[in-house]
């Protein structure tokens, strides 16, 4: 009896069984249940091959009648016989008759007794199943180098590498999406299962297909249901290798059966492929037979050909044979005898009788044709051969006549035309010299040609003798070639002879054309300068430059006759070259290639200075005589202004000197300026005089006069600096006297200011710079800060030039030295001609005042504005005011 013993160590702990199952996942409900369902189907797909099968797997093995009745199914062994008794220890007897019979297999049964068998022990019984699963199930299973367990997970990953999202590591959650399952159905049996339709993440569908297709179509029933799967975290590894392990038994089945068929179709195989071997050969043998007796009398055909062409075509066709047909023809030989070995050998091996081939159709009947066919083949190249080199040598003396007559037409293609041109009849010399040696040139090309001729005439005779098919069109051909040369050796000579008589004739045309052009384009050089010399148009100022032109001109005159001479020389070359070409009709094709110049052009050009020539002797009287009026108006005006221009220089002097001196009282030095004045106006008329022979001197463009250095404009702007300077003069003066009189300044002290303001004029100019007026300031007791010399400037400098003139400093003087009239005073003045109002009247400045005054005062008096106004009434404070307004200091 085998007991249940050491299932835990001393310290407590679970100790895992060798090939027992694991007591840890049967803690789990889930994984009980899940083996409980998957354990009992098992059993199920065994014992129904006995007619039978269990409900409780626990209650239905504790009599051990169809636990031995299991075993005996799955090993196929019969087992001792049953006690058939219901009491305790027949069951128990009948179980350990199960268990010996498991241990006897090889397999260690640890902690599994009979007792907790036929207790019903729910673990117990699941446990020794599932050791007889392992053992009947999985334990024989062999793939590659591994076994059970490992082997049937190495099968699963083998079968299931295919499919990318299907990726067996395990017997548990690698089957969780059922894509495993319906992996190992596709790969077997792929009618079964649509595997692109399915879906990882509906792992229920999957599992449904998977199992429902197994039981219907592989007789695998179903162990587990899809939730049991999907439901638990990690499914129980037992039930998942149990259900894999009915899969892999019902594909290796499908497999044996496989094998067994494979192994009569081999057989089977076998003799077809020797059967069709046999009629390979007979058909082979039959189709070379008939090839060489086809072959054999072609090749015994000896019909020469007449061309060359023909008998090379020959001998490309027996190439072709040799190269394209025969080699075949060889490789079937030599494959039928292979085949006919092989065949022989086969039979042998297979204990099958031997082939006999049909009547003609051995291997050594094969053998004998084909000796016939090499021999024929051999005496065939011979003649091949010789008649190829017969025809050979009369094809070469052929092509060398073709060749050689075919380069000497190219060379003389054109050559009659080139030697029969008259293009030498319009040649320059330059030309004719080129044609010349051109000419030479074809001339030696000629001579090396000679030798070809002569070759083409003996290859001609020689292909005569030797009898050549094509003779005749040879001998025609030769025939042209020799007759074209003579006519090509008198056109040749006939060339020659015209070229060098046109070479001599032009060489003597160019003689005369160069000398022409030597003596022409000096001659019209002369010609175009004494044109553009007579036709020049001169400016002359003076009556020795004139004459220098009209001595030249006299000159120039006397060359003439020499000119003449050279001109009637020159045409007299031109007409000989004419009398050249009219008398030997030499067809010229351009002009004198030495120069563009021709004798009309030298006849018009003469014609044309013969002409200029009266016309310059006319134009040289006329300028002459111009210069000697304009001569005249030069003195007549030098002798006027030599004298007025030192009289205003000499005035100008004097009235200087009036204006800076201080002889006599103001009223003196005033009468006198006015005799100047006076005696200035009466010189009028010689300015005038002036100005009237100047007009006459610019109407005759004369821009320069030896005889004096003034010109009229210097005494245009002398006289007038003259009429200014003596009214300025006169203006200063009358200022004097009007500030002297209104400021009460005595005569002693205007001669103190001039003194001063001479004495701080440094320049002598009649005014004095800032610089100058502030030293004069200073000297006279002044104390002047910058300011204050500011203000000063702005009364005496109001345009602020930088300068005081006289009459400024005479003011500013006559301010600081005497009682003026004040805005204030004239404000009173007005006062008194209103009675004392504070407005005025029009009335009664008509009555007061002058009436021009009255009328000044009225026009700039704005209307009296005040609380006493009346009608009319007038404001004569800001008038005042404004009468005083950037005057008073």
């Known amino acids: 009896m085998h007991n249940m013993d050491h299932l835990y160590d001393e310290e407590g702990n679970y100790m895992q069984q060798e090939d027992d199952w694991d007591r840890d996942l049967l803690l789990d409900p889930a994984w009980e249940k899940q083996q409980r369902k998957t354990f009992t189907a098992w059993c199920n797909s065994h014992l129904r091959k006995a007619g039978t099968q269990i409900e409780n797997i626990e209650e239905d093995f504790r009599d051990g009648l169809k636990l031995m009745l299991l075993l005996e199914v799955i090993s196929g062994e019969r087992l001792a016989k049953p006690e058939r008794g219901k009491m305790r220890v027949h069951k128990i007897s009948n179980v350990n008759k199960a268990l010996d019979f498991i241990a006897s297999k090889g397999v260690k049964l640890v902690s599994i007794g009979a007792e907790e068998i036929v207790d019903g022990n729910a673990k117990m019984t699941l446990g020794m199943i599932w050791t007889i699963i392992l053992r009947f199930a999985i334990q024989d299973i062999s793939v590659e180098e591994t076994s059970a367990k490992e082997g049937l997970l190495l099968w699963c990953q083998r079968k299931t590498a295919p499919y990318k999202n299907v990726n067996i590591q395990n017997f548990h959650i690698s089957w969780k999406d059922g894509l495993g399952f319906c992996a190992l159905i596709h790969r077997h049996r792929p009618e079964l299962i649509d595997y692109a339709k399915l879906r990882k993440d509906d792992p229920m569908t999957n599992l449904n297909t998977a199992f429902d297709v197994a039981e219907k179509y592989l007789d695998i029933p179903k162990m587990l249901d899809a939730e049991d799967i999907v439901g638990t975290a990690r499914p129980d590894e037992k039930a998942i290798m149990t259900y894999v392990s009915s899969f892999y038994h019902a594909f290796s089945g499908a497999q044996k059966a496989e094998t067994a068929a494979n192994r009569i179709c081999k057989v089977l195989a076998v003799n077809q492929e020797n059967e069709q071997l046999m009629e390979d050969y007979e058909k082979l043998a039959s189709d070379l037979l008939e090839w060489i ?95 190829i080199r017969r025809l050979e040598r009369l094809d070469h003396l ?152 009209s001595t030249a001109h006299e000159q120039f005159k006397a060359t003439l006759p020499e000119a003449d001479k050279e001109r009637l020389a020159i045409l007299g070359i031109h007409n000989e070259i004419a009398k050249i070409v009219q008398t030997y009709h030499v067809n010229m094709a351009g002009t004198n290639p030495y120069t563009t110049i021709n004798p009309q052009e030298i006849n018009t050009k003469w014609d044309k200075v013969r002409q200029l020539v009266p016309q310059r002797d006319q134009a040289l009287i006329e300028e002459h ?60 008329p010689k300015i005038d005089q002036l100005e009237g022979d100047h007009q006459l001197i610019q109407e005759a463009l004369i821009f320069d006069n030896k005889h004096t250095n003034y010109t009229m404009e210097h005494i245009r702007v002398g006289w007038e600096q003259l009429l200014t300077t003596i009214a300025r003069t006169i203006n200063e003066i009358e200022n004097q006297i009007l500030t002297r009189d209104a400021k009460g300044i005595s005569q002693e002290q205007l001669n103190e200011f001039r003194a001063s303001f001479n004495h701080f004029d440094r320049k002598r100019t009649g005014i004095m710079d800032a610089e100058d007026f502030k030293t004069c300031l200073i000297s006279m007791g002044y104390n002047l800060g910058e300011s204050e010399f500011s203000r000063i400037m702005s009364v005496v400098d109001p345009n602020r030039m930088g300068i005081v003139t006289f009459q400024a400093f005479i003011d500013f003087m006559s301010r600081e030295t005497a009682d003026t009239d004040t805005a204030d005073q004239v404000m009173a003045s007005f006062k008194v001609l209103a009675g004392d109002k504070n407005y005025i009247l029009a009335d009664e400045l008509h009555r007061e005042l002058p009436p021009d005054q009255a009328e000044y005062c009225i026009a700039r008096m704005a209307p009296y504005t005040g609380p006493d106004a009346v009608p009319g009434a007038l404001d004569y404070m800001s008038f005042s005011t404004a009468l005083y307004g950037e005057s008073d200091l």
């Open 293 to 387: 007796r086809r072959t054999i009398p072609w090749l015994e055909n000896r019909m020469p050909e007449n061309t060359m062409q023909a008998m090379q075509q020959k001998l490309e066709d027996f190439r072709d044979y040799r190269r394209l047909h025969k080699p075949p023809k060889v490789q079937e030989k030599c494959q039928l005898e292979i085949n006919f070995n092989t065949l022989q050998t086969k039979l042998r091996l297979s204990n099958r009788p031997a082939f006999m081939p049909s009547e003609g159709k051995m291997v050594s009947d094969i053998n004998n044709a084909w000796g016939n066919l090499e021999g024929a083949e051999k005496g065939y190249e011979e003649w091949l051969l010789n008649e």
């Open 398 to 549: 052929a092509e060398k006549f073709r060749q050689k007559a075919a380069i000497h037409e190219a060379w003389t293609e054109g050559k009659e035309d080139m030697l029969q041109k008259r293009d030498y009849e319009t040649a320059s010399l330059s030309d004719i010299k080129a044609l010349l040696k051109k000419h030479e040139a074809f001339e030696s090309d000629l001579a090396a040609h000679q030798d070809r001729v002569e070759q083409i005439a003996a290859i001609a005779q020689e292909l005569n003798e030797l009898d050549y098919y094509d003779s005749p069109s040879v001998n025609a051909r030769c025939q042209r070639i020799c007759d074209q040369w003579d006519a090509l050796g008198a056109l040749t000579q006939k060339r020659s002879e015209a070229l060098q008589r046109t070479e001599k004739l032009l060489e003597t045309i160019d003689q005369l054309y160069l000398e022409f052009a030597k003596r022409a384009a000096p001659f019209n050089n002369w010609m175009e300068g004494a044109m553009e010399d007579l036709q020049d148009t001169f400016i002359v100022h003076t009556i020795e430059e004139i004459q220098g032109l």
């Open 625 to 684: 005589a111009r210069q000697q009026n304009n001569e005249r108006l030069r003195r007549q005006f030098a002798n006027q202004a030599n004298v007025i221009g030192p009289w205003i220089q000499n005035k100008m002097e004097e009235i200087g000197r009036i204006s800076i001196e201080m002889h006599g009282t103001l009223e003196d030095q005033l009468t006198h300026l006015r005799q100047y004045e006076k005696s200035i106006v009466n010189y009028k």
